[in-house]
Nanobody, 124 residues
Framework: QIQLIESGGGLVQAGGSLSLACAASGNAVGGHDIAWFRQAPGKEREFVAAKFRNSSGGKIKYADSVKGRFNIVRDNAMNVVYLQMTNLKPEDTAAYYC???????????????WGQGTQVTVSS
């Protein structure tokens, strides 16, 4: 089973930046679609960004709410995917999860493997 571990969360002021990392086992980054989701308490988990595997074209997708502010970077050799976040807003506050699947897209149930999450809190 693929293991994913997120890191880099923390507390930041609105307008600030954070970079999250998702480290994967088993050379998962290169062979899988990797996505970031987030979930605030009491809310559904929502899609944030994805970097799809090179064999399927390597497409990058962002949710409209983060487009222009977040950047997903994939390092296949190191089995790490980063989510670089800038101009953070209080509404970005959530637990952020990375997910992997041989062929995932934008929905939670399309991903077989999940990390445990890292908390991002943005204060006003």
């Amino acid at each position: 089973q693929i293991q994913l571990i997120e890191s880099g969360g923390g507390l930041v002021q609105a307008g600030g930046s954070l970079s999250l990392a998702c480290a994967a086992s088993g050379n998962a980054v290169g062979g899988h679609d990797i996505a970031w989701f987030r979930q605030a308490p009491g809310k559904e988990r929502e899609f944030v960004a994805a970097k799809f595997r090179n064999s399927s074209g390597g497409k990058i997708k962002y949710a409209d709410s983060v487009k222009g502010r977040f950047n997903i970077v994939r390092d296949n050799a190191m089995n790490v995917v980063y989510l670089q976040m800038t101009n953070l807003k209080p509404e970005d506050t959530a637990a952020y999860y990375c997910a992997a699947d041989p062929n995932g897209q934008y929905f939670v149930d399309e991903y077989d493997y999940w990390g445990q999450g890292t908390q991002v809190t943005v204060s006003s």
